[in-house]
């Protein structure tokens, strides 16, 4: 089950991704053209996203202490635009494979469910199938003691 669970989710995930961007790059249009959108959504990640960027490149090259130039205002828009369509795309299949999940675990514990409902069943079968085999085993007794308590007719 586990083995089939894995390509399925990943199917799904990839369906997911498609369906979800044209969802994503309208939400990214929608970014790009509202001032209030741009300026307190896009804006700000995507100037942090450039500046650990830069600031990790620059360390890589041995540049310390050298100071980052903010990106204009454009190119940060655009940044931020995709950055939120990606982090959409992204949360929408988290999402999907959350519920995957637990969709998972409610089948394999409604199952496990049946199966001790099945256990307690043959367990309670079992039990009567004993108390029924110890009552024939008494009548069996009782009846040779009856047998065994006639006198036995001798040949003469």
């Known amino acids: 089950m586990v083995v089939g669970a894995f390509p399925i989710a990943k199917l799904l995930y990839l369906g997911v991704r ?3 961007k044209p969802v994503a790059n309208r939400i990214k249009a929608g970014a790009r053209r509202s001032e209030f959108f741009k300026n307190y959504v896009c804006l700000p990640p995507a100037q942090i996203y450039h500046w650990i960027e830069m600031r990790t490149k620059m360390r890589i090259m041995g540049f310390r202490g050298s ?3 903010p990106l204009n205002e454009d190119a940060a828009a655009e940044l931020g635009a995709e950055l939120l369509g990606e982090t959409i795309i992204f949360v929408i299949g988290g999402g999907c494979m959350l519920l995957e999940y637990s969709r998972q675990a409610t089948n394999a514990r409604h199952k496990e469910e049946e ?3 099945t256990i307690t069943s043959l367990q309670t079968q079992l039990a009567e199938v004993t108390l029924t085999t110890e009552t024939l085993d ?3 007794r009782e ?3 009856i047998l065994l ?3 036995v007719p001798t040949k003469k």
């Open 18 to 20: 498609q369906m979800s």
């Open 67 to 69: 100071t980052i130039k």
């Open 115 to 117: 199966q001790n409902a």
């Open 138 to 140: 008494a009548r069996l």
């Open 143 to 145: 009846m040779n003691r």
């Open 149 to 151: 308590s006639y006198p």
